[in-house]
C-alpha cells in the first residue's frame, strides 16, 4: 500500500511475489496470479525493470501449480547470460529455470547452472540465493540417486540457515525436501533444526521415517511418527515442561499432552523418561555432542 503512493517498483516488486506467495501456500491460485497481474498494472511506468521479474514468478507458479507445459514455455526463452538490471533478477531467474529444467529431466544442464550461482553468490556475500541454490542441488542430487551427495548438501545448507532460523526456504520445495529432512533426522544431521523444519510441511506433505526411500530402515513402531510429534520429542528431551512447549510452539497446552500421548502409544511407553530412552535407542533423537 506505500508502494502504491508513490509507484515505487522497489516496493511493489517483493511486496507483490511475497503475497503471491503466501496466495500458493495456501493453494489459492487465481489470488496467486490476479496478483502478479496487479503489480504490472500498478508498475506499468517500470515495465522494463518489473515485466522479466513477473514473468519468471509467474513460471515458477506454474510450476508449484502442477503446470510444467506452461512453465516450459517461459524456459524456452530464458538465456542464463542475458543481462538483467540487477544481478539478483539473474540469480532469480536462473534458480527458476534450474527447478524447471529438474522437473523435465535435465538434470545435467540443472547442476552446471547451480554451480555457477552458488559460486558467484557466495563470493558475491548473496545468501539467500546460495541457500536457495543449495536446497536445489541437494534435491537434484536426492532424484538422481546421488544420496551421499544429496544429504551432504543439505547438511550445509542446515548449518547456514539455522542461525537465522530459515523455514520457507526448504517448506516451499515441497514433499522431496520432506524425504530429505526426514533421512536427515535419522542420520544425526541437525535433527532437531529438521525436525522443526519436518513439522512447518502441510499435513499431506508431512512424512513419516518409515516411508523415506533413503532409510531401508524398520523403526518397529505401531505407528510412523508425525513431523509435529518429533518436534514436540525433541522439547521433551531438551527438559521443556509441557507449558514450554505450547508457548515455544504457539499451541495449546491440551495439544501438546495430545501428541505426548500419540508419542506414549507409538512407542509403547508410559512415560517421558521411557520415551527419551525408546528415542535414542531408534534414532530419533541423539546425545548432546561433546
Known sequence: ???????????????????ARLHAVRQDWNSAFNTLNELQTNTRENQGIIQASAESFRALLHLWNGNLEAASRWAEDFD???????????????????????????????????????????????NRPWLEAMCLRSLLFGATRRKGEA?????????????????????????????????????????????????????????????????????????????????????IEAGLTNKEIAQKLCISVRTVKFHTGNLFGKFGVKSRTESIAKARTLGFIFPPQK
Open 151 to 235: 544429504l551432504t548438501t543439505l547438511q550445509s545448507a542446515l548449518e547456514a540457515a539455522k542461525p537465522e532460523g530459515y523455514i520457507r526456504v526448504f517448506v516451499d520445495e515441497g514433499e522431496p525436501m520432506a524425504k530429505l529432512l526426514a533421512a536427515a533426522i535419522q542420520k544425526g544431521i541437525h535433527p532437531k533444526y529438521a525436525s522443526r523444519l519436518l513439522a512447518a510441511f502441510p499435513d499431506s506433505s508431512q512424512l513419516q521415517l518409515t516411508k523415506v526411500d533413503f532409510l531401508k530402515h524398520d523403526l518397529n513402531l505401531i505407528e510412523p511418527l508425525s513431523g509435529r510429534e518429533i518436534e514436540i520429542l525433541q522439547l
Open 1 to 19: 500500500e506505500q508502494g502504491k503512493l508513490w509507484s515505487s517498483w522497489e516496493c511493489l516488486l517483493p511486496g507483490y511475489t511475497g503475497l
Open 80 to 126: 542464463p547470460d542475458l543481462p538483467r538490471d540487477y544481478v539478483l533478477a539473474r540469480e532469480y531467474d536462473a534458480l527458476v529455470r534450474c527447478r524447471i529444467w529438474t522437473a523435465q529431466g535435465e538434470a545435467e544442464k540443472a547442476e552446471k547452472l547451480l554451480d555457477q550461482i552458488i559460486r558467484d553468490a557466495r563470493q558475491g556475500g548473496r
